[in-house]
């Protein structure tokens, strides 16, 4: 089945005013490869001013709240997002799994509340170097998958991301064959779970992708796109990102 290649910047806690060059840069680069639907993911102080210069990139937030509104400080509810400009939201970046103990029940919520407000969805998976290192990856990421992935998911609306929390920020990949055999067997779990519409449900490599990398990465079957964090703050780096995916 062909399914438009995905790519997304993670900016992770990174940006102020004085990046919106870069973004604008980057959706002027998202306009030369319309096969490739690019999107930068950015702190949410800073939706709005990228709204107004992204060119053909769209705009996304990286967490939201699983609950409407009202008393969690510091929290963002999903049409919060919304009226800022965000079209998409991550939700489960193994970040917020760690550092806000995030749980799979969590991540299902989030993304119900974000398909709620009209937002698509990016839910993200991955296994530890020791659950790697165990021999556990794929069982691992499977059952994270099922208890993440909310009822009623839809490939209309909600994409995954695969990604490996030992090759986050570190420069490491796995091997090919690791990642085809991961995204091959999420592919098997969705098309179980949801039927055939899993054959179109897009799934997203993410950890240390870059433009060396990239078009290799992009080759293996089931990798529909990337999630990237570091090489996608610089339209230096990402542009080849993106064209790779259109290659
Ligand atoms: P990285 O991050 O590309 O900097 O490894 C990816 C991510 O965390 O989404």
Same mark, same amino acid.
């Given at each position: 089945m062909a399914r438009r290649k995905l790519v997304v910047g993670n900016w992770k806690m990174n940006g102020l005013r004085a990046h919106l060059p870069q973004i604008a840069a980057i /959706?002027?680069?998202?306009?030369?490869?319309?096969?490739?639907?690019? /999107?930068?993911?950015?702190?949410?102080?800073?939706?709005?001013?990228?709204?107004?210069?992204?060119?053909?990139?769209?705009?996304?937030? @990286?967490?939201? $709240?699983?609950?409407?509104?009202?008393? $969690?400080?510091g929290c963002l509810a999903a049409d919060m997002l919304k009226e800022a400009g965000a079209t998409w939201v991550i939700v489960g970046h193994s970040e917020r799994r760690a550092d806000q103990g995030e749980t799979d029940s969590d991540v299902a919520g989030k993304a119900l509340a974000a398909h709620a407000q009209g937002l698509k969805v990016i839910l993200c998976v991955g296994e530890s170097l020791e659950i790697r290192d165990s021999g556990e990856a794929l069982s691992f990421v499977l059952a994270q998958l099922e208890?993440?992935?909310?009822?009623?998911?839809?490939?209309? +609306?909600?994409?995954?991301?695969?990604?490996?929390? +030992?090759?986050?920020?570190?420069?490491?990949?796995?091997?090919?064959? @690791?990642?085809?055999?991961? $995204?091959?067997?999420?592919? =098997?779990?969705?098309? @179980?779970?949801?039927?055939?519409?899993? =054959?179109?449900?897009?799934?997203?490599?993410? /950890?240390?992708?870059?433009?060396?990398?990239?078009a290799e990465v992009f080759a293996v079957a089931d990798v529909d796109g990337g999630l990237v964090g570091g090489a996608s703050l610089k339209v230096e780096s990402f542009g080849p990102i993106i064209a790779a995916a259109a290659a």
């Open positions: /959706g002027e680069e998202a306009a030369a490869y319309p096969s490739v639907e690019t /999107g930068l993911c950015v702190p949410a102080t800073l939706i709005t001013m990228a709204n107004e210069v992204k060119g053909a990139a769209f705009i996304g937030g @990286q967490d939201c $709240h699983a609950k409407g509104n009202g008393a $969690h400080t208890a993440s992935l909310p009822e009623g998911a839809a490939s209309d +609306w909600l994409s995954i991301a695969y990604e490996p929390v +030992w090759c986050i920020g570190t420069g490491r990949i796995p091997t090919m064959d @690791q990642i085809a055999d991961m $995204h091959g067997s999420i592919r =098997n779990a969705l098309v @179980q779970r949801i039927g055939d519409d899993g =054959n179109a449900m897009r799934i997203l490599y993410g /950890g240390s992708v870059n433009a060396a990398n990239a």
